[in-house]
């Protein structure tokens, strides 16, 4: 299957060959869900922490005699019912989040997403970013020629999430010239995971020849 090559001008500058594995895969939202909530469980942190009455201070004798006071038995003032006592069920910062997921699951999420979102016309492909300058007003430049072409208007005016650039490898010098930029995000094409992709609404593949090789693969995909 044949998509376009424009250039940091946004201009036409060829055709690429994509592989029907990877950007032809019938959509699967179960497997996607699943993916996606192994993903962001797995990046929970806990942080709220409660003490339990084993934990709390005070209450190391029983605060009254069993018979005979006419009030209700108690053994220690550190019981969950008690003002200052432990708490029970609360959160705890040792509870472990993480939700495991097989890569083959991981790698065809990533494909179903990345065919949704070729079909839905929110993938381009852009010739090598090599910026003149590294400054900021660079990546303002790009990110205007490239809201000229046809479909990807919304790069310019969408304020959160925009744009997510896969560079074909480390690239120092594309990395700050969109830094300062906090609609767009850029990563190597070989870290892109479903997480990522979805909570941007636009993709981009920079150097695709190369890019779109380096994509996550797994035998028997």
Do not use: C
């Amino acid at each position: 299957m044949q998509a376009s090559v424009y250039s940091t001008d946004g201009k036409k500058a060829g055709s690429i060959e994509l592989p029907e594995n990877v950007f032809a895969v019938r959509w699967n939202g179960d497997l996607v869900k699943q993916v996606v909530d192994s993903l962001t469980s797995s990046k929970r942190k806990s942080i709220a922490h409660t003490k339990t009455r084993g934990e709390v201070r005070g209450g190391g004798r029983k605060p009254w005699r069993q018979k005979g006071t006419g009030r209700a038995r108690h053994g220690s003032t550190r019981s969950p019912i008690w003002v200052g006592g432990g708490v029970t069920h609360g959160p705890r910062n040792d509870k472990n989040y993480e939700r495991k997921v097989s890569k083959k699951m991981r790698v065809k999420a990533l494909y179903a997403i990345l065919s949704k979102k070729l079909s839905d016309g929110e993938v381009l492909f852009l010739d090598k970013i090599s910026p003149i300058e590294v400054k900021t007003r660079e990546g303002v430049k790009i990110l205007k020629n490239i809201a000229t072409i046809e479909g990807f208007e919304g790069i310019a005016s969408k304020k959160k999430n925009a744009l997510a650039i896969a560079l074909a490898k480390k690239e120092r010098g594309a990395e700050r010239i969109f830094s300062n930029i906090g609609k767009v995000e850029v990563l190597e094409a070989r870290n892109l995971n479903p997480l990522t992709i979805l909570q941007y609404k636009y993709l981009m593949f920079e150097n695709p020849d190369i890019s779109t090789k380096s994509i996550p693969k797994i035998k028997n995909v």
